[in-house]
């Protein structure tokens, strides 16, 4: 299976790019590395990438160069996985991470190991999700909100929310239960993934923010302390 995917690895330290680009090939997947997201772009315009690996900083010009490259990435193709590797991991470099798309944030300091089956649990689950959309359908309307299966998208007030594709999962998951508590694992279990709890959270903040672009008034989603999440439903 790795043999047929393709990796592209954004990193501008050669050492750290040299040694990742080794060890993800020695795994059996096929890495194409860059130390610019210019050069990077190009390259994904021009060729299928199975998955995005990018650090933030790529050099002392472009210290924010992996979230404009992957907020670039989200426009022109939405469900592709995208996995931060970045020695910048507070939780305010997380959340921003999130709520430009990327579907998971790593520091630097996790074992290749646990890289691998991060990788490895985000392709099986857009495998999954991409195999499921023909057999779904648009939901009846739940308050404000629709959900269409089909294009994995959700409406608000009849106007699109831009949501990634995990992040439609956890807010269907929610949505499709409403007033019960959803856990961080059942909310992991509906977007086939396993992740640290504040990723969770992080996920949750980006939802709330893109319903309130839409309406400034939303507030369907609720925090259970130290448990999970729960989907209030209003009137219409």
């Given at each position: 299976m790795t043999q047929e995917i393709k990796i592209v690895l954004v990193e501008d330290e050669d050492v750290l790019r040299e040694n990742y680009q080794e060890l993800l090939t020695l795994e059996g997947y096929q890495?194409?590395?860059?130390?610019?997201?210019?050069?990077?772009?190009?390259?994904?315009?021009?060729?299928?990438?199975d998955i995005a690996?990018?650090?933030?900083?790529?050099?002392?010009?472009?210290?924010?160069?992996?979230?404009?490259?992957?907020t670039e990435l989200r426009k022109k193709w939405p469900g592709m996985p995208i996995i931060?590797?970045?020695?910048?991991?507070?939780?305010?470099?997380?959340?921003?991470?999130m709520r430009l798309g990327a579907d998971d944030y790593l520091g630097k300091d996790v074992s290749m190991e646990y890289l691998v089956v991060?990788?490895?649990?985000?392709?099986?689950r857009f495998k999954f999700i991409t195999s499921n959309r023909k057999n779904g359908s648009v939901s009846e309307p739940k308050g404000h909100l629709i959900i269409d299966d089909q294009q994995s998208i959700m409406l608000w007030k009849e106007q699109s929310v831009h949501l990634t594709l995990t992040q439609f999962?956890?807010?269907?998951?929610?949505?499709?239960?409403?007033?019960?508590?959803?856990?961080?694992?059942?909310?992991?279990?509906?977007?086939?993934?396993?992740?640290?709890?504040?990723?969770i959270t992080a996920h949750i903040k980006t939802i709330r923010a893109r319903f309130k672009e839409l309406d400034d008034a939303f507030n369907c989603i609720r925090n259970e302390r130290g448990t999970g999440y729960r989907w209030i439903e209003i009137e219409v």
């Open positions: 890495v194409i590395s860059f130390d610019n997201r210019h050069d990077a772009f190009d390259f994904f315009q021009n060729n299928n990438v690996i990018l650090d933030v900083k790529l050099g002392n010009d472009d210290q924010e160069g992996g979230f404009l490259l992957c931060f590797l970045s020695s910048k991991s507070t939780e305010h470099d997380k959340i921003s991470g991060r990788i490895e649990a985000l392709l099986k999962w956890i807010c269907k998951q929610l949505a499709e239960n409403p007033g019960k508590v959803q856990t961080y694992n059942a909310l992991m279990k509906a977007a086939n993934l396993y992740v640290e709890p504040n990723t």
